[in-house]
Structure formats: C-alpha cells, structure tokens
C-alpha cells in the first residue's frame, strides 16, 4: 500500500508552461514537505506546509488538510526546473515519500 | 545545504570491509534520518533518531548500526560491507514540535560502491 501517491510520474513541458504535480496522502502529518533533486544531485526543500499556500518566485504549494492532497505549481517553466519533485508528508516522526515526479522543460 | 555537513562524498568497499558515514548539522535540529536511495528509486529509511541518545529503526536497518551521542552528530557505521549495500546515502536533519516546525536540511549525498 501506498501511503503518498504522486501524479504524474513523468512530466515534459515546454518553455513558459504551467506546471502542476499533485501529491494525495493517507498518513496524518504535522506537515507536508515538498523536495527538489536534480539528476544526480542533492535533495533540496522547497516548502514546508502545514495549511494553506506557499510561495517562493515561481513556485507555489498549497495544502487542504481535510482532503489529505497538496499540489505544487511552477509558473512559466524553465529548463532549470528540470528534476524530480518529490511530496513528503512528515508524520511528527518520519517522512513518507513520494515516488517523485520526473519534469523535464524543454527550452 | 550548508545546514548538514556529510562526509564522505564517495567511497568504494571491499567485500567484508567497514565505513563509517558521518552527518552533522548545526542547527540544534533534533530528528535526523539517514536514507539509502538506490539507482531510479525512491528513499528508504534506514535508521532515525529524535534526539541525543534515542534511534531507532526505518524499513532497512539490516547491516548498519548508529549513534546518537550529542544533537550534532549522527554517524552511519557499516560493518561487514555487501555489493547489496552500493547505494547514495542522504543523511537529513529537522526541527520538530509542537508549534516549531522546520523545513528539512538534507546532507550532499555519499555515493558508496561495494566491491
């Protein structure tokens, strides 16, 4: 069973295109953490939500608690988003994660 | 992520030989996890720990052991290293509480290859 389920698993876009992944979970969190890892990279945060909306430049989370789902978004899309997205809720003592979504945007 | 320091980046094992990753960070964080993440796949937990001298163990604890003996430090010790052991090991820190909550701080990753 899959506590944290992401969509899509794979994502291609063009230049300056919206992008939205979805992440549902079943697991009550204190917190839902949304990571960014570039190829063969390190694991970087993004957000951090507990309610609500986040936005950092380009970048938009948003959490509803009751329905366990939170989406992020990226806003004109460039070929430096390109990485997986990975939606990790935090339990108050462990992260559950996601199986990532893979966004490549194509100049 | 300047937060948690890990060290090494990478290493290569013999068969049977022994390694100890280290994690620190320096933000009074009080979980700290060490994953395993093998190639094309998500992160498995290997071992946790909430705070100086409690850990406990994730989904795949077999053939590591940890420490917790300040806030700082979380080492991964591998004792008799296995080819199934050859994986990028990520080491993360957070702030957990009631009413303080931190985003997660992962380590730079430790690319290990058992040979």
């Known amino acids: 069973k899959n506590e944290v389920e992401q969509s899509p698993q794979n994502l291609t876009a063009q230049e300056g295109e919206f992008i939205t992944i979805n992440c549902s979970y079943s697991?009550?969190?204190?917190?839902l953490h949304w990571l960014q890892q570039h190829p063969g990279g390190g694991i970087v945060s993004l957000f951090m939500?507990?309610?609500g909306k986040k936005k950092h430049g380009r970048l938009i989370a948003t959490i509803n608690i009751q329905e366990k789902h939170s989406s992020l978004h990226i806003t004109a899309s460039h070929p430096r988003d390109s990485a997986v997205y990975i939606c990790?809720?935090?339990?108050?003592?462990?992260?559950?994660f996601g199986t990532g979504t893979s966004l490549t945007v194509i100049p | 992520n300047a937060g948690v320091t890990q060290t090494p980046k990478f290493r290569i094992l013999k068969i049977g030989q022994s390694m100890t990753l280290q994690c620190t960070q320096d933000?009074?964080?009080?979980?700290m996890y060490w994953y395993r993440q093998d190639p094309g796949m998500g992160l498995k937990l290997i071992y946790y720990?909430?705070?100086?001298?409690?850990?406990d163990k994730g989904e795949v604890p077999n053939g590591y052991n940890v420490s917790r003996s300040t806030t700082e430090d979380f080492p991964l010790r591998l004792e008799l290293a296995a080819p199934s052991q050859t994986s990028v090991y990520f080491c993360?820190?957070?702030?957990?509480?009631?009413?303080?909550?931190?985003?997660?701080?992962f380590g730079q990753g430790t690319r290990l290859t058992v040979v």
């Open positions: 990790a809720p935090h339990t108050g003592n462990q992260f559950y």
């Open positions: 697991v009550g969190i204190s917190a």
């Open positions: 939500l507990s309610s």
């Open positions: 933000m009074n964080h009080n979980y």
């Open positions: 720990s909430v705070g100086a001298g409690i850990t």
């Open positions: 993360a820190s957070i702030r957990q509480g009631l009413s303080t909550n931190t985003e997660a701080f």
